[in-house]
């Protein structure tokens, strides 16, 4: 993988080929970002520039032995390591290596695969994927072996948080008294979970998530979508590039989640009870992670109103028949109720995290909101 195949993060690319031309690879580096920010495609076009024999100032150059091998991940120095589960063919003691035939195939049809998805490709019958005990004795077996064709031997543990303790402390150990020549990248998605004596032996490379505009871009490009229809799906990813692609899969979503916020937003306006009760109820029969999701994107298309009001246009983000809409809410949306109206919606999220019954709480909502659109 080449820095230019990566969405955005020139901030982050230019740190870590400074690293290079200075001189100064930190021998344990943590990549944290959130899922599909890209931080697991960085670290490994990381790595394959620093195995690059003919690399330029600002990328690997792709057509090098080490490029070619890496391409395909098969580049004898570099060892990977992720999370695993038992499953249909592996009953017991899973490690990575067992998968390696399957990760490599996940990841090169997408780079800023989730750990759900990866999870899903091997049939892991929704088993939490962890890093065992032992995949660190595989990882010590790794520092034995001597750099076969580069300088350096490259670790990548990717979702290093999923180590349990046993295999934490091991890796502690290493990290402790570093072997020469060996880098280790690991990538993160939520260090709090990982031991904090890791933590502070690693350098760290933090990424941010993706702007919208990023990830329309790559859409239109890659997909062909139309630029309203990007522009959706970027809204609904919130920076997330792997939920984007999710998204995509399923099309119709996109448009009945833009539905389903307008009609709610218009029967509150009106006053419209019988149909803002109906709403609810089936509203209410949605997965909590949707309606947590839908709720997430009602709070940003209130922005977008906001935005629209007052014609702040380098800020909008929807275009077409959508802004068309968005425009016309935008009369009863302003800096007296916006606070109130994203307050209450994050109350909402809050209280379906707590497993508050959807049914009632949308419904409250709904008499909130209607409260709110009118009290201007
Ligand atoms: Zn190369």
Redesign the pocket.
Known sequence: MKFSEIIGQEEVKQRLLQTITDNRISHAQLFFGKEGTGSLPLALAYAQYIF????TETD?????P??IKMQKLIHPDLHLFFPVTTTEKIKTKPISSFFIAEWRKSFLKNPYLSLAQWLENIGSENKQGNISVEESAEIIKALNLKPYEAEYRILVIWMAERMNIAAANKLLKVLEEPPEKTVFLLVVEDYDKLLPTIVSRTQLVKITSLKEKEIAEKLKEDYQLNPETATQVALMADGNYAEALTLIEKEEEISSQFNLFITWFRYAFAGKIPEMIRWSESTAGLPRESMKNFLQYTTRMLRECMVIRYHINYLAKTEGETKESLSKLSKFVNEKNIIPLTTEISKAIADLERNANAKILLLDLSFKIAKLLKAN
């Open positions: 690059c024999t003919q690399k690997s150059c792709g057509s090098c080490s490029c």
